[in-house]
C-alpha cells in the first residue's frame, strides 16, 4: 500500500504520480478523453485494489459509487437491502423505489434467517458492516452464502471497516463499494468513492456507468486520496486502539446508557467481528439520557470536532438524530463518534469533562 500506484523506477522519474489535469489526450490510445479514464485515477484505483484485492475503479463520491452499481441491474429490480445502515444510501434507496426504478425490500442484516427470506427473486444484496450509526455487525460469509445460494450478488459497504479492518471479498461478497472520503483519504478534504470488484463483467458495467453518467473523480482529489491511503495502516492502527480504550472507559461513565462498540465483549456484534474483522474499527456511539443531552456534549468537547462525517486525522462527533434523514431506528440521545489520530488521554480528559458537566 505504502509503493502501490507509483510510477517506474528510472533515474530523475518523480516516486509519486504526478497529478494529471487533462479533459482531453492525444488520439490513438484507449482512453482519448477525461470522462473515460485518467492517469491519476488509475494510479489511486491501482493503490486501493491492491489493498481490497480486486479491480477498483474510482468516483465523484460513495453515493456516485453506489448509484453506479444500483444502475447496473434492470428497472424495477428487486433488491434486498439493510435495514440499518448510512441514512443518505438509504435515502436514495427509498427514493428508487418511490419512482419505480427498483423495487425495495429491507430486511435486518444481523438475522440471517430473515436474508434467506427475503432473497428469493432478488437481484442484489445489500449490507454494509459495521452499520453506520448503530455499530451492527452483518455475518458476511453467512450471508453472502445464502444469497449464493439463489442466484443474488452481494455488494458490501466497507466503508467503516476499510480494507484493512475487513476484506468482503474473503466472505464471499462480489461487489465492495467505499466512501473514500472517510478513512481512505482521512483528512477531511476529499470527496470520493470506489467499487471494487474481481468479476470482469461487473467491473465493465459499472465502468460503463462511470463514462456514460459522468460521475467521474476530479484528479487533484485522486491524487490527495492516494496519499492518504499510503497512511491508512498507521492511521486505523492509532485510531482502532484507541477507539477500544474509549469504549472501554465510556461504558463506566454514569452519563452514559450504552455504548456501542463491536470491540467490548458484551456487544452483540462482537462473535462475529471477532472472526471478520482485524481489530474493531474506529466508530463508536454512545447513547445518553435523550436528545438534549447529546446536543449539549456535542456542543461542550473542545477538542472533539462537532461535525458530521468521520474517519478523519481529527477526533469528530455528532448526535445523528439532528439529521431528518437519519433512521428512527437510531436513538434520539445517540451520539457517535468518530476517533482520529490524536493522544487518548486528550481525547478521554474533553470527553469525560463534556460528559461531567451534563446536568443529570
Ligand atoms: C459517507 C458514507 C457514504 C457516502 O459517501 P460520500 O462520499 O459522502 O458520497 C456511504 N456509505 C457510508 C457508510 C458512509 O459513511
Known amino acids: 500500500m505504502v509503493t502501490a500506484g507509483r510510477p517506474p523506477r528510472e533515474p530523475d522519474g518523480p516516486l509519486n504520480p504526478p497529478i494529471v489535469l487533462a479533459s482531453t ?61 448510512y441514512s443518505g444510501t438509504l435515502e436514495l434507496f427509498h427514493h428508487l423505489d418511490e419512482t419505480g426504478r427498483i423495487d425495495l425490500r429491507q430486511v435486518d442484516p444481523t438475522d440471517v434467517e430473515a436474508v434467506r427470506a427475503a432473497l428469493p427473486g432478488a437481484q442484489l444484496l445489500w449490507v454494509e458492516s459495521p452499520t453506520n450509526p448503530l455499530l451492527e455487525v452483518v455475518d458476511l460469509a453467512a450471508v453472502t452464502a445464502a444469497a449464493r445460494a ?12 476499510t480494507p484493512l479492518g475487513q476484506r468482503p471479498f474473503d466472505h464471499g461478497v462480489d461487489v465492495v463499494v467505499h466512501s473514500a472520503t472517510k478513512h481512505l483519504s482521512g483528512h477531511s478534504d476529499v470527496l470520493l468513492g470506489a467499487v471494487l470488484t474481481r468479476d470482469d463483467a461487473v467491473f465493465d458495467a459499472v465502468l460503463l456507468q462511470r463514462s456514460r453518467r459522468g460521475s467521474v473523480p476530479g484528479a487533484f482529489e485522486a491524487w490527495l486520496a492516494l496519499r492518504g491511503l499510503r497512511t491508512l495502516h498507521l492511521r486505523v492502527d492509532r485510531a482502532q486502539r ?65 461535525t458530521t462525517s468521520l474517519g478523519g486525522v481529527e477526533s469528530t462527533l455528532e448526535r445523528r438524530r439532528r439529521w431528518a434523514s437519519e433512521s428512527t431506528q437510531v436513538p434520539e440521545g445517540l451520539v457517535r463518534l468518530s476517533v482520529g489520530c490524536e493522544a487518548v488521554e486528550d481525547l478521554w480528559d474533553d470527553l469525560a469533562a463534556a460528559l461531567d458537566r451534563l446536568p443529570s
Do not use: K
Not at 439463489?150 to 471497516?161: K, L, P, Q, S, Y
Open 25 to 85: 489526450f492525444h488520439a490513438g490510445g484507449p482512453v482519448g478523453y477525461g470522462r473515460y479514464g485518467n492517469p491519476t485515477w488509475e494510479a489511486f484505483e491501482a493503490a486501493l485494489g491492491r489493498l481490497e484485492e480486486g479491480r477498483a475503479l474510482a468516483f465523484a463520491s460513495g453515493m456516485a459509487a453506489i448509484t453506479a452499481v444500483l444502475e447496473t441491474v434492470p428497472i424495477g429490480a428487486l433488491v434486498a437491502v439493510t435495514l440499518h445502515g
Open 150 to 161: 439463489e442466484g443474488v450478488r452481494t455488494v458490501c459497504d466497507n466503508t467503516f471497516a
Open 242 to 306: 484507541s477507539a477500544l480504550e474509549l469504549a472501554r472507559r465510556l461504558r463506566e461513565h454514569p452519563a452514559v446508557r450504552r455504548v456501542r462498540y463491536p470491540g467490548l465483549p458484551e456487544d452483540r456484534g462482537h462473535a462475529v467481528a471477532r472472526r471478520q474483522m482485524r481489530g474493531f474499527g474506529s466508530l463508536l456511539s454512545v447513547e445518553l439520557a435523550g436528545a438534549a443531552a447529546a446536543d449539549a456534549l456535542s456542543a461542550a468537547t473542545q477538542l472533539w470536532v462537532h
